[in-house]
C-alpha cells in the first residue's frame, strides 16, 4: 500500500522517519556498548582471581 501525501507532508514523514531509525541505531549501539564494557569487567574480575 502506497501512502499518498502531499509534498510538505511526505518530507516531514521521511524526516520522521529517519529520527525514528536514528534513535532505534544510537539505542542498539549503547546496548552493544554497555554489554561489551560488562565482558570487559567480568573478564578482569575472572583473571583477577
Do not use: C, G
Not at 15 to 30: E, I, M, N, W
Amino acid at each position: 500500500m502506497m501512502l499518498m501525501l502531499e509534498p510538505h507532508s511526505l518530507m516531514l514523514y521521511k524526516l520522521q522517519l529517519a529520527s525514528h531509525l536514528a534513535y532505534v541505531r544510537d539505542a542498539k549501539t549503547l546496548v552493544m556498548h554497555r554489554h561489551i564494557k560488562l565482558t570487559d569487567e567480568r573478564t578482569i574480575i575472572s583473571r583477577s582471581k
